[in-house]
């Protein structure tokens, strides 16, 4: 499809409004190919808390797409936004795609941010940004999980991608910067797997934590680094700057290790800021 037409641009806002007895999903507007069903209800530990699935109508992005993705929380506001799948990236000859998100948290909002994996095809480009801005009493934990493409379809799908960047920004609610991060990779230009990037590991978590300063504390002790070369993984968190929050990451050889270490973080979070359980793994994810 030529770039800019129909389906080429997508654009998704969810608002979510905290109501008596749980939250709701207040505000919704899309344009193909970005979609959600109506919130559903199935955390029993918090059954107050809006989850949402972001649907897709195509079968990845492609080259030319321009997605633009909108989330705001009232105060009080409990959302979990996840994804139907991994996202795929397809093969490009030529353009790129992008894909903007703004994420907006009120007074006490709360906000589980967790896509599923990325997997970028041979000769994909691919440009992210996100900018968050959230209340010093809000939290959002946000993951990113890439891998390394679909190194089992063909020899030169193993990072075979040609350039993926990825930027996070978070803002205070008056807009002063608190904390940037950008991490550009080029492994046609700069192989990944070599000592002081990737070395022989394949998949990168990067999870962003908004929250306040001694819920943070609390999380990063119970969050040791790791480094186990018999399981092939390796994670740390850091604090960042403006009392902001936590940055943690992993690094793995295999996928579903590097979820589980993600699933384990995002855990402690619920555990200290709202003193709820994650529930069980879904069979079918």
């Not at 959002?140 to 075979?160: A, V």
């Not at 070395?199 to 978590?205: I, L, P, Q, T």
Request: aromatic share 8%; net charge positive; with cysteine.
């Amino acid at each position: 499809m030529p770039s800019g037409v129909v389906g080429k641009n997508g654009y998704l806002k969810l608002g979510f409004l905290k109501r008596p007895q749980r939250t709701i999903l207040a505000d919704l507007d899309r344009r193909v190919p970005l979609f959600v069903h109506k919130a559903l209800y199935w955390d029993e530990a918090m059954p107050d808390l809006a989850c949402v699935f972001l649907i897709s109508t195509s079968s990845g992005i492609c080259q030319g797409d321009r997605g633009r993705l909108e989330f705001s929380l009232g105060p009080g506001a409990r959302a979990h936004i996840t994804t139907q799948s991994n996202t795929q990236i397809h093969s490009m000859d030529c353009n790129y795609a992008a894909q903007i998100q703004d994420i907006l948290l009120q007074e006490d909002a709360y906000l589980e941010y967790l896509p599923d994996p990325i997997c970028p095809h041979r000769g994909a480009r691919f440009f992210s940004q996100t900018r968050v801005r959230a209340h010093p009493s809000a939290t959002l934990i946000y993951s990113e999980i890439l891998q390394p493409g679909r190194r089992h379809h063909h020899q030169d799908e193993l990072f075979g991608y040609q350039l993926f960047s990825s930027q996070l920004q978070v803002e205070n609610l008056e807009g002063k910067l608190l904390m940037s991060e950008k991490f550009l990779l080029e492994p046609q230009k700069q192989p990944l797997q070599r000592q002081l990037l990737m070395g022989d590991y394949e998949v990168f978590a990067n999870v962003l934590l908004v929250t306040p300063p001694a819920q943070a504390a609390a999380i990063l002790a119970e969050t040791p680094p790791l480094y186990d070369r018999a399981s092939g993984l390796a994670a740390g968190a850091s604090v960042l700057p403006h009392d902001a929050g936590l940055l943690y990451k992993v690094l793995g050889r295999e996928c579903a290790p590097v979820q589980e270490l993600v699933r384990k973080f995002w855990a402690t979070v619920r555990r200290q800021v709202l003193d709820k359980p994650v529930r069980a793994a879904f069979l079918w994810r």
